[in-house]
């Protein structure tokens, strides 16, 4: 049991694992080609393009996960404090952290914003609350006015009826 397993050696057409932070490039398609040489064109083509939509997909989807359970767990600073001293070490930013950084200031800003709102929204709802309390307050004394006037004009009516049918 000691020989290579399948596993061990993965197919040609899966990006090597990389040891430097650049995500893995795509293979080309003439490479893709060469994987599937009893394919036809057209099949291999359209196995590229699949290949190239799981790899996208896998990317897209790890990065968005990650980046929510950085936030879940407040991360986002310490991670942006570790990128910084990272490229401080290295000379600069790469264009990447560049835009990964201005995403976090970006988000930073919006949530500010969405705080501010919310706290905006929370006041005016407070206030509105008020003025329908009052409101309904005002209608309660209105109707409780309009029963005792309804219950003193019911002997009068009741007067005015026994005078006009008789």
């Known amino acids: 049991m000691g020989g290579k397993t399948p596993l061990d050696d993965p197919p040609p057409f899966f990006p090597q ?3 430097s932070d650049a995500a893995p490039a ?13 394919f036809a064109d057209d099949v291999t083509l359209a196995l590229h393009d699949l290949y190239r939509q799981v790899l996208h997909a896998s990317r897209a989807h790890s990065e968005a996960e990650f980046e929510e359970i ?7 600073d310490a991670l942006a404090a570790a990128e910084a001293l990272a490229l401080a070490a290295e000379g600069g930013p790469p264009p990447e952290a560049a835009a ?5 200031a970006a988000k930073r800003a919006e949530a500010a914003r969405l705080r501010e709102a919310l706290r905006e929204a929370d006041e005016a ?6 003025q329908l309390r009052a409101r ?3 209608a309660a004394a209105a109707a409780a006015r309009f029963a005792r006037v309804g219950g003193d004009l ?7 009826a026994s005078v006009f049918v008789d």
């Open 17 to 19: 694992p990389s040891t």
């Open 26 to 38: 795509l293979l080309r398609r003439q490479e893709f080609r060469a994987c599937f040489p009893d």
């Open 70 to 76: 950085c936030q879940d767990a407040g991360a986002l």
């Open 100 to 104: 990964r950084g201005a995403r976090v």
């Open 125 to 130: 709802q407070a206030a509105l609350d008020g």
């Open 136 to 138: 309904r307050a005002d």
């Open 154 to 160: 019911e002997p009068l009516a009741a007067a005015a």
